[in-house]
């Protein structure tokens, strides 16, 4: 086919509501920068590179990688909501509770349970707790998803440090089915009362505690920013049923590529914050910003032209995204680990510390690699073997019962 008659045809065609294939990109960049950050905190490797002669340092955007969970959770609340706002147009049911439960159980619970059961025999096994108090805690608390009320559970635990945004995310989808339901009927004001709350609860936490370190990633603090993911999949629901042509994508992936200077201004600013108290409170600060680009960007994406929706979602971003939830509940301990025990060599006792160019590149790419191979073996191996059984056991026994 000649391709500007491929790419005419593709811009008049209607944007498909079952599955929004540059939602791959910006989580595969989002999940990426993230664990950059988490094993540049152990590798200390400048992030840097040379364009034509000229050195770009990438330092703000590495430093600031934690800004980008804030993304991962954005795009949670747009997939969530998505076979909600593909319905008001569509028709049909709304999806049932129960069905919702089971099918977000049988994908994370199981795959969960292995990473604590790994993870706490390798801490029983090198005695890596302090006291039994601690270790009755961690596990217990991580078994039922409240290990960020507790703080040695949170910021000392040896189940892995990513775990607590399965918490925030298992939290929200308890309440999930009423906001949708909500959200349907009254998507201005539940959009709006959802936005309120989290403002108020982080200004009430920023002006009441000066640590705020056990505040500002609870669920309040992000109900903002799954409300903003909500509201995008709702608008772009609505913008799949207005005519497409050329110039409207054309114009939605010109807007698409003037959100990423914006969001380079909200990371560098979060960069430049001078203490681990004043990085907290940016995170807060800049939590609706991020959520706003980060909406907007999801919805001009998903309109926009042939060329920058194959950009963003290609087979190599699908493959990643499919294993993403691995990949970020792993690479964190698995960097821990590698530097732990040394499995990678050096002539230095601290490479990392005594600046190792060699051991650095070496280390920060096997903390990818490896990560990136457990998530394949178990997302393939047993995540998704294991939904599937548990959800053909649910569907029969559902048939079994007539629902």
Known sequence: ?????????????????????????????????????????????????????????????????????????????????????????????????????????????????LTIAVMFAVAAVTHAYHSSAHMVRDLASHLTYTHMFFYDAYYSSNLGG????????????????????????LPATTFAAMVAVSLAFRGWVGANFKDVSMFFNQLPAYLDTFALGMMAASIHACLAQKKHGALSRMLCSALTIGILPLLWQVVRAQASCPNVGAIRLGQMNNRLAMGLLGACFLVFSANAGLVLRRILGNPITKFFSGISLQFYIWHQTIAVWLITYKVIPSAYENPNWEGDPVWQMRYTIACFGLSLLVAAVITYGFERPVARKLLRAYDARKKQKGI
């Open 162 to 185: 990513a775990l607590w945004t399965l918490a925030v995310e298992m939290q929200f989808y308890l309440i999930f089915p009423l906001l949708a339901r909500a959200f349907d009927r």
């Open 1 to 113: 086919m000649n391709p500007i008659k491929r790419w005419l045809d593709d811009a008049r065609a209607k944007p498909s509501l079952r599955y929004v294939e540059t939602c791959d990109g910006l989580r595969t960049l989002a999940v990426l920068i993230v664990a950059w950050f988490h094993i540049w905190q152990q590798s200390w490797l400048f992030p840097g590179l040379t364009v034509f002669g000229r050195d770009i340092s990438l330092d703000p955007l590495v430093r600031s990688g934690y800004m980008w969970v804030d993304m991962m959770i954005l795009i949670s609340g747009f997939c969530l909501y998505l076979p909600w706002a593909r319905r008001r147009y569509e028709g049909g049911r709304p999806p049932r509770t129960l069905d919702f439960y089971a099918r977000r159980l049988a994908r994370i619970h199981p795959s969960y349970l």
